[in-house]
Structure formats: structure tokens, C-alpha cells
């Protein structure tokens, strides 16, 4: 079946401070991929996406590239800041149909000042 | 943007009671709405998926006759848990999209967390 694995968290991190976290997923055909960012008391957000093998997503400083080869989406930026602290969940989902998301764990984020 | 609300964010009951969680669009008409459980430090798991008129798709393993979702209005859906036990306290959170906003698009909801004593 299809499935999303991504690193577990919690994880904090100072200011400025580089960010990846990992994201593989197992697939039968060639999902979309998300990225989606929850804050403190609010409804999950996409944050970015990839529709297709070597699309690179990005958004508020964030990249993530569509790696067929490896099955990964890992979500990466250069200098956290701590408005950025959240949960991360990596998602996929087939085009067509009922476009159904399949989620990973999620990985809660706390940056510092 | 789109804003998805869910009625209440948090509720305790009694073993046996049933207990309903509304999830609204605010300003956007939702033909399709997602219903999802997430357990401590779980994924979020899809339950069901509800098309404005019409019975709501459910995930395999999931039982239809206890959480009832019915979605009558382009901007309502609701799900209920029936005759609630321990076992099913969890967070569960909706989700909305519309034609307009993009095939990727899914608005969540808060999500509405339920304590069942």
C-alpha cells in the first residue's frame, strides 16, 4: 500500500539555525507529494508541493525536490527563525479520484531565540 | 484564504453517549470534506470521505454505523460518535476542498479533541 515515513521528532533548534527533515515514501505509480505545516491551534496548511518527479516546491524560505530515484521528499531550510516552530507532516496523494492524502507521523519543530 | 472551523475544539463525555463535531467552510462552498483521526504521535488516519448530498465514502476498518457523517449544506458537515467508549478519544479533524480552489487544495480544519470517560 502507500505509505509516508518521515523523521520523528521532536526536535528544536536555535535561530539561524539549518533545517532538514526526512521524508520517504512507498507508492504504487507516481504520487504528488506535500508538505504540510500546522501552528500552535490551528488547521494543518500546505506549505508546499511536487507534482512530479524533479519538481522542486518552495515556499516562506522552505524547498523541498521530488526524488523518484531515493522515493523522497525531504523538506530543507537554510536559517530557521522561531516563527517557524510547528509540526511538519509529509503527504502524498494521487491525482484524480478522491485525491485522498496519506500522511506521515508528523515532527513537531521548536526554534529558539 | 479558505477557513475551515470545527465545533468544539475540545469535549469531554461519559462512556455511551454519543457526542457530534461539526466542521464548517467559512467562505468557501465545500463539496467534498475529509474526516481524519490522529492518535498520539500518530499520522493522521483518513476516515471517511462525505460528498454534499450524498453518503459519505468510509475507510476500510472504519464503522459506519458508529461515527455517522452526514454533510446536507455545501458548507456543513458533521460527524458523530455514537454510543462513545475510551477507545475512541482521539483528535479528529476535517478537511474541505472545492473545484475552485485547485485539485491539491484541502482546507483542515482545527481539529476537535475528544476525551471519552
Known amino acids: 500500500g502507500n505509505s509516508v515515513t518521515q523523521m520523528e521528532g521532536p526536535v528544536t533548534l536555535s535561530e539561524e539555525a539549518f533545517l532538514t527533515i526526512n521524508c520517504t515514501y512507498t507508492a504504487t505509480g507516481y504520487p504528488s507529494l506535500f508538505w504540510y505545516v500546522q501552528y500552535p491551534g490551528e488547521g494543518l496548511q500546505l506549505l508546499l508541493k511536487?507534482?512530479?518527479?524533479?519538481d522542486k516546491g518552495s515556499n516562506k524560505g522552505f524547498e523541498a525536490t521530488y526524488r523518484k530515484e531515493t522515493t523522497s521528499f525531504h523538506l530543507e531550510k537554510g536559517s530557521v527563525q522561531v516563527s517557524d516552530s510547528a509540526v511538519y507532516f509529509c503527504a502524498l496523494s494521487f491525482q484524480g479520484g478522491s485525491e485522498k492524502l496519506v500522511f506521515g507521523k508528523g515532527m513537531k519543530l521548536t526554534v529558539n531565540p | 484564504g479558505a477557513v475551515v472551523s470545527q465545533h468544539p475544539s475540545r469535549v469531554i463525555c461519559k462512556s455511551g453517549t454519543s457526542v457530534k463535531i461539526e466542521c464548517r467552510s467559512l467562505?468557501?462552498?465545500?463539496?467534498?470534506m475529509f474526516w481524519y483521526r490522529q492518535f498520539p504521535k500518530q499520522s493522521l488516519m483518513l476516515m471517511a470521505t462525505s460528498n454534499e448530498g450524498s453518503k459519505a465514502t468510509y475507510e476500510q476498518g472504519v464503522e459506519k454505523d458508529k461515527f455517522l457523517i452526514n454533510h446536507a449544506s455545501l458548507t456543513l458537515s458533521t460527524l458523530t460518535v455514537t454510543s462513545a467508549h475510551p477507545e475512541d478519544s482521539s483528535f479528529y479533524i476535517c478537511?474541505?476542498?472545492?473545484?475552485?480552489?485547485?485539485?491539491?487544495?484541502?482546507?483542515f480544519g482545527p481539529g476537535t479533541r475528544l476525551t471519552v470517560t
Open positions: 467562505d468557501f462552498q465545500a463539496t467534498t
Open positions: 478537511s474541505a476542498r472545492a473545484p475552485g480552489l485547485g485539485p491539491y487544495e484541502q482546507y
Open positions: 511536487a507534482t512530479k518527479a524533479d
